[in-house]
């Protein structure tokens, strides 16, 4: 079983931006495709990108496409989601996931989850 720790949230100004790291212990991190997924205030918890086990293959939500990254670094069990032009409605806390299989597209594919990191983007 492995375990997500998330990292690198914060304050920002809007325009601003973040990079967030997901480190994985436990198990190896290229069994898993992974995702991030977040949750604003009042809201439900809604999905932002995906990535597949090798990274070949990334999926973005539409709200953050072209503004958002996500990429991995299997050697360091680590998977990032760079963030970039940052707005107000982008305040969430943030979550990786990780299911056991190529790629995962639906929050209930996900087996394993991070405690989460709040990003707050001031306008």
């Known amino acids: 079983q492995v375990q997500l720790v998330e990292s690198g949230g914060g304050l920002v100004q809007a325009g601003g931006s973040l990079r967030l790291s997901c480190a994985a212990s436990?198990?190896?991190?290229?069994?898993?495709?992974m995702g991030w997924f977040r949750q604003a205030p009042g809201k439900e918890r809604e999905f932002v990108a995906a990535i597949s086990r090798r990274g070949g293959t990334t999926i973005d939500a539409d709200s953050v496409k072209g503004r958002f990254t996500i990429s991995r670094d299997n050697l360091k069990n680590t998977v990032y989601l760079q963030m970039n032009s940052l707005k107000p409605d982008d305040t969430a806390v943030y979550y990786c996931?990780?299911?056991?299989?190529?790629?995962?597209?639906?929050?209930?594919?996900?087996?394993?989850w991070g405690q989460g990191t709040q990003v707050t983007v001031s306008s």
């Open positions: 996931a990780g299911c056991l299989a190529n790629m995962c597209y639906g929050e209930g594919d996900y087996d394993y």
């Open positions: 436990g198990r190896t991190l290229s069994s898993y495709a």
